[in-house]
């Protein structure tokens, strides 16, 4: 049995099946009783370990598509006794990975001391508690408040990462978000609506680098952005994209050009689950025209740690072997 902690952390390297380890967490939790059960299983699929940490495990269900699910975000759901789901931003298809006598609630029309009482309730009962959040649940996942009470409460828990609906819409749109010499620099971020936005993160002034720009919970506010970029330099040819609802089986992709933003939203009738990108490296014709932007990284005239250039000195990539070696994957 694992030493009781102060914390979450993992603090064993004690191996049981996921079964095992069940049995044993709940027996250890009793309400007031809150040590992490934590145990390290063998996969006898993947042939690989992984842990099992907590009571409340918070699962990133990617941007919809139910087969964007991570593995270990699979398991824990068909594992749990309780399971609380995004239902507003998550596809109910999910509901066929749970146990058929799991306890399901729909997040959407709860308040956040509800889903505190339902976590917290059954954590202390010594239930295993999945709650589910659409995409990866570090990005605008209302994952804070729940961390502190969590913690507050001496209650385990674990993070299990997600697909963000960022990477499903470039996946979608057929970007790769960092073309050499084009945007080396991705920024997540939003505009403000309902919620504010702390100074210093306005948008012109985190756009007046260039990069690519990932905008979250802002298409309702499509003017505004424009606005904002072109308040900080931005041209209005530069290529946007927006994508709605991706990986969903309604899902609707529009490109265009930064200052046909607004009318390009309204036209769809765009007010929410869709994502705005901005950059040069969104241009859909990008690799028509640039076809030579390449990274170092597979570049034959490059070396680095796992491989030494074979071309003849003059040939090679500049200022790739007079730099210090270095792993870049
Ligand atoms: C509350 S945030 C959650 C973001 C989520 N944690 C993620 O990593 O994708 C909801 C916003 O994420 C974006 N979003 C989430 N799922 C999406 C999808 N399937 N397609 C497009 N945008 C999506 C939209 O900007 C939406 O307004």
Redesign the pocket.
């Given at each position: 049995m694992p030493e009781p902690t102060p914390d979450h952390r993992p603090q064993t390297t004690d191996r049981r099946p996921p079964t095992a380890d069940r049995e044993a967490r709940s027996t250890v939790h009793g309400p007031r009783s809150p040590q992490p059960a934590t145990a390290e299983a063998s996969d006898s699929v993947l042939g690989t370990r992984y842990s099992v940490l907590g009571t409340v495990s918070f699962i990133?269900a990617g941007?919809?598509a139910p087969d964007l699910l991570t593995i270990r975000g699979l398991r824990r759901l068909g594992e749990a006794d309780v399971v609380i789901y995004a239902d507003s931003?998550v596809d109910e298809r999910i509901r066929a990975f749970v146990r058929p006598d799991a306890e399901v609630h729909g997040s959407s029309a709860l308040a956040l001391p509800q889903i505190l009482d339902l976590m917290i309730g059954a954590a202390r009962a010594g239930r295993r508690v999945a709650r589910v959040?659409?995409?990866?649940?570090s990005?605008?996942?209302a994952l804070h408040e729940q961390l502190v009470a969590l913690e507050r409460e001496g209650i385990p828990y674990e993070i299990v990462p997600?697909v963000?609906?960022?990477f499903?819409?470039a996946a979608a749109l057929h970007a790769e978000l960092t073309v050499p010499d084009v945007a080396q620099t991705v920024i997540l971020t939003r505009v403000p609506t309902r919620t504010t936005v702390p100074d210093g993160e306005r948008l012109r002034d985190l756009a007046a680098g260039g990069g690519t720009l990932a905008l979250?919970?802002?298409?309702t506010a499509a003017a505004r952005v424009v606005e904002e970029l072109r308040a900080a330099g931005w041209a209005d040819e530069t290529p946007v994209a927006v994508?709605?609802?991706?990986?969903?089986p309604d899902e609707r992709l529009l490109r265009g050009r930064l200052a046909e933003l607004p009318a390009m939203v309204r036209a769809a009738g765009l007010t929410?689950?869709?994502?705005i990108l901005i950059g040069a490296a969104l241009d859909s014709e990008l690799r028509v025209r640039a076809p030579d932007r390449r990274s170092h990284l597979y570049h034959e005239g490059y070396s680095h740690g796992f491989r030494t250039s074979r071309l003849p000195r003059a040939a090679r990539r500049r200022g790739a072997n007079t730099r210090r070696r270095e792993t870049t994957e």
């Open positions: 990133g941007p919809g931003l959040h659409s995409g990866d649940p990005l605008y996942g997600g963000s609906s960022v499903a819409a979250f919970l802002s298409v994508a709605y609802r991706v990986t969903w929410r689950q869709a994502l």
